[in-house]
């Protein structure tokens, strides 16, 4: 039995489609029918994923590993002390930034954040109007939506030029963790997630595995981008999808196709799990 943890965007979910495509989603039941433990490891938080959250699984990592369910139970939950989303949204605004608070109930974004998220949202919208309402569907809200009571548990800052948020990085707290995971020169948009240093997708991974009495040793990782490193750094097997940033490539056991071309499933059989 093998404990499986696989990312969402780039992974499970494809916005040129907006949705799993179908060979992952049986190779996800097959997976199960074989034993093996199944956990959404997602960089988005317990709202935005709220669209996946039927899925038959054993449990979720949201937040890129600041909040962790197993069989419906919360076991870990590190959300942002409120001094410091003041800050970050300080800092934001003071260099022109875009930010987005992802919490428990809705992830908010400010002006300049909208057009970033609307256009990795809107790839299968026919117009603006389904575009919004796809980012309304996996809960993106203007930050007018914001409820200071919402348990913030990463925040996601967007600029023009990545050079832009350098300044921002330069004058977080040394406790935080700045990790780019989006770069597009073409279109303009570039994206950078904070957190904690002490939460990641590999931190989060372990503490799943340790409810089992298992170890890394037993996992086996899928993601695409940088918030997916530590895991598949850190788990017994790591595989990139086809379509996954050049450093998760690089460190991954193997590479298996895009996922519009079946990524999960020829990563299942590759190692045997289907």
Do not use: W
Request: aromatic share 10%; proline share 2%.
């Amino acid at each position: 039995m093998k404990y499986i943890f696989l990312d969402i965007d780039g992974t499970l979910y494809s916005p040129k489609i907006n949705a799993v495509p179908y060979s992952a989603m049986d190779a996800l039941k097959k997976a199960k029918e074989n034993g093996h433990k199944l956990f959404v490891c997602t960089g988005r938080s317990l709202s935005a994923a709220k669209l996946f959250l039927n899925l038959d699984v054993d449990g979720f990592v949201f937040s890129a590993g600041a909040v962790v369910y197993v069989h419906g139970k919360r076991v870990h939950d590190k959300a942002f002390r409120k001094e410091d989303i003041v800050l970050v949204r300080k800092l934001a605004s003071l260099f022109n930034l875009g930010y987005c608070l992802e919490g428990n109930a809705g992830a908010y974004y400010d002006e300049v954040a909208y057009c970033h998220i609307y256009e990795y949202f809107s790839g299968a919208a026919k117009n603006v109007e389904e575009g919004i309402e796809i980012m309304r569907s996996n809960c993106y809200f203007p930050i007018e939506y914001y409820d200071e009571n919402d348990r913030v548990s990463k925040i996601c800052v967007y600029a023009e030029d990545e050079h832009m948020i350098e300044q921002l990085k330069k004058e977080l707290p040394e406790e935080f963790n700045c990790l780019t995971t989006l770069r597009n020169p073409k279109i303009k948009s570039h994206c950078v997630e904070i957190s904690y240093k002490t939460e990641t997708k590999g931190t989060a991974a372990k503490i799943v595995c340790e409810a089992y009495g298992a170890t890394l040793k037993d996992a086996i990782a899928i993601g695409d981008s940088s918030n997916d490193f530590e895991m598949i750094r850190d788990c017994g097997i790591g595989i990139s999808m086809g379509n996954g940033s050049e450093d998760i490539k690089e460190i991954a056991d193997y590479i298996t196709t895009d996922i519009l071309d079946d990524g999960i499933e020829n990563a299942f059989k590759h190692y045997g799990i289907i």
